[in-house]
């Protein structure tokens, strides 16, 4: 039963471009969504969240949208950049009695080409 | 310096074995967790622990026993390892435990042949 869905495994864009990575979920009682970037043999980093108080949120050259309503958020990257490329996962959570329990989705594999 | 660090990174053994992962983390934070990413790249959880108590222990079968001698550490023992437990673990740890951003180890990779 996967609650969080990346549909797409790759995606492939080109410098200087925007990059949109899609994420839907399935559990309306989610509160806080992440995206974590991971380079091979290295573990999740994170990179940007959104609370879902809120509809956006920008850090630099990532900005995370959320519909709630769609149940669904996007993370933008503009421009995208080679060093961008990497695996993005989307994650989510609810707060109270799951402490903590991240649903990750699949992942969707970006590379940007110069 | 590293965040959060386990060891080993890589781990190959044979069938029927008994291995473990060891986690450390020192940003301070009270809550840890181990996750699984298998074949198909699902992360997965399967234990959290707060202030060395047991949060979340996810479907994962009793060979599996996590241990917690202290908040900074969480290590992973794993008995008579099988086939199917070949995988990458993951260990993270987050502030306080609930709704917030977690930060996650460079991963072991598990090999059982």
């Known amino acids: 039963d996967q609650q969080v869905k990346q549909n797409s495994p790759s995606l492939s864009v080109q410098e200087g471009r925007i990059s949109i990575l899609n994420c839907d979920y399935t559990n309306s009682m989610f509160d806080y969504f992440l995206w974590y970037k991971k380079y091979p043999a290295e573990g999740p980093t994170f990179l940007i969240s959104?609370?879902?108080?809120?509809d956006k949120n920008e850090d630099g050259r990532f900005t995370v949208f959320l519909n709630k309503s769609a149940k669904h958020l996007s993370l933008h990257i503009v421009p995208s950049q080679p060093g961008d490329s990497a695996v993005y996962f989307c994650?989510?959570?609810?707060?109270?009695?799951?402490?903590?329990?991240?649903?990750f989705g699949r992942g969707t594999q970006l590379t940007v080409w110069p | 310096d590293t965040a959060v660090s386990q060891t080993p990174k890589y781990l190959v053994t044979q069938m029927g074995n008994d291995k473990s992962i060891k986690c450390e983390q020192n940003?301070?934070?009270?809550?840890m967790y181990w996750y699984k990413q298998d074949s198909k790249k699902f992360l997965k959880i399967m234990f959290s622990?707060?202030?060395?108590?047991?949060?979340i222990n996810e479907t994962v079968p009793n060979r599996f026993s996590p241990k917690s001698p202290d908040k900074a550490h969480l290590n992973l023992h794993i008995n008579s390892l099988e086939l199917g437990d070949s995988a990458v673990y993951f260990c993270?740890?987050?502030?306080?435990?609930?709704?917030?951003?977690?930060?996650f180890g460079p991963g072991t990779r598990l090999l059982v042949l």
């Open positions: 959104i609370s879902s108080i809120k």
């Open positions: 622990y707060n202030n060395k108590e047991l949060i």
């Open positions: 940003l301070g934070h009270d809550t």
């Open positions: 994650a989510a959570t609810r707060g109270g009695s799951t402490l903590g329990r991240l649903y």
């Open positions: 993270a740890s987050s502030p306080h435990g609930s709704g917030e951003t977690q930060y």
